[in-house]
């Protein structure tokens, strides 16, 4: 038992409870309502896409390897920072990827989202390396599996004793490209879809558009990037990691954010149009 007394958190899986899903349906299908009474069909499938982008966060949030002040010290594998900054850092490199591309189109301006985002990781898991194995004389090797998955090759000769591994194993690499991608690809996605939505109304700039649909999708990114953090609870090592397994409470929790974030982006948007409109007809 925890000290609030609930069920002590172990590494494995944690299925979500019947009261949490239900609660989170209800908000989704009340959000998704509001979506569809505001502006339509249109509303709708902006709402259903800003949900699917903040579940793409969370589900490659755990992917990412950090490692926390411990592996600073060496006594763990991962990245030395916490899991929000370095969901963060990918997310937005991926994020000002796919704003750059979205005058081309919305495929490539969601592969540019997932490109940057997996080429940011990719670029930092290198350079964590270099630095763990040139510049501190440390070998990679996991705390949680005997084995990489993909190379083979085997830890618990490297791992040094009172350390739960150290470096950055290359199922951790790959698992840090992969959770970069589809963070990048979700904010892209969240950003796009309300851009969408700002650039229908003819009363708004593009700059206006542009620059709004951007904060509230770094936002959105934000609260998703804590939230899987929070699921996490510490360090992770990537997807061969046993608390990759806790992901589902994460898809759930973010999919339920994700579509209260949305509605209140749109209509807060809306009634700031109603607002402009009825100003415009009192001055004429």
């Not at 979205?102 to 290198?126: K, R, S, V, Y």
């Not at 390396?129 to 510049?135: A, E, K, Q, S």
Request: net charge negative; with cysteine.
């Amino acid at each position: 038992m925890s000290a609030l007394g609930g069920p002590a958190q172990t590494a494995g899986f944690q299925p979500p409870t019947g009261m949490g899903i239900a609660v989170s349906i209800i908000l989704i299908i009340v959000a998704l309502a509001l979506a569809f009474f505001l502006i339509q069909m249109a509303g709708l499938l902006a709402l259903v896409g800003i949900v699917i982008g903040g579940v793409l966060i969370g589900f490659g949030v755990h992917f990412v390897p950090v490692g926390g002040a411990p592996a600073a010290m060496g006594q763990a594998p991962g990245i030395a920072t916490g899991v929000a900054m370095l969901a963060a850092g990918a997310g937005l490199a991926g994020l000002f990827g796919g704003a750059w591309a979205a005058p081309l189109g919305f495929p490539l301006a969601l592969a540019g989202g997932a490109i940057g985002g997996g080429l940011l990781m990719a670029i930092t898991c290198t350079m964590v390396n270099v630095i763990y194995i040139f510049g501190m004389g440390i070998p990679s090797a996991s705390g949680k599996v005997d084995k990489d998955p993909i190379t083979g090759d085997t830890f618990p000769e490297f791992k040094s004793q009172g350390t739960e591994g150290h470096g950055l194993p290359f199922i951790s690499w790959v698992g840090g490209v992969i959770g970069g991608a589809l963070g990048g690809l979700g904010g892209t996605l969240i950003y796009l879809e309300l851009l969408e939505v700002y650039q229908a109304q003819v009363l708004v700039s593009a700059s206006i558009a542009v620059s709004l649909a951007g904060v509230f999708a770094i936002g959105m990114f934000l609260m998703n990037a804590v939230l899987a953090a929070y699921n996490i609870t510490g360090t992770i090592e990537g997807p061969h990691d046993p608390k990759f397994k806790r992901f589902p409470r994460a898809i759930i929790a973010s999919a339920t954010a994700s579509a209260v974030a949305g509605i209140f982006a749109i209509a807060l948007f809306e009634v700031l149009m109603v607002f402009i409109e009825s100003n415009l007809m009192g001055a004429l």
